[in-house]
């Protein structure tokens, strides 16, 4: 399986209510270091309501982008019970890690 096709995949796992990094990301897809292709990879993203791309955020806790913009992403963690102040989310709290 290419790195593609992990990202899109482990994306898929993230539950509602939590957040993981583009960088936890890439090293759950075999690919550590790799953070900004796993931010390309989901800026493509064909799938965006079944591939959960707004629960990946940046390491410090930073929103990042979206492909439908950041204030909708901000909504979508909201409407999913992700705090987010600052235009930060606590990875403390709400941060997945893939087992």
């Known amino acids: 399986m290419d ?3 992990r990202v899109l995949e482990l994306t898929s796992l993230i539950p509602k209510g939590k957040v993981t990094t583009y960088s936890e990301l890439a090293r759950a897809a075999g690919a550590p270091g790799a953070s900004r292709a796993v931010g390309r990879i989901l800026s493509r993203n064909p799938h965006p309501v079944k ?3 707004h629960r990946v955020v940046r390491s ?6 979206y492909l439908l913009g950041v204030k909708r ?3 979508l963690l909201r409407k999913e ?3 987010v102040k600052g235009g930060k989310v ?3 709290r709400f941060m997945f890690r893939f087992s």
């Open 51 to 53: 591939i959960p791309c």
């Open 60 to 65: 410090d806790g930073r929103i990042g982008g």
């Open 81 to 83: 019970g992700v705090e």
């Open 90 to 92: 606590d990875l403390r």
């Open 73 to 75: 992403k901000v909504e």
């Open 3 to 5: 790195l593609r096709s």
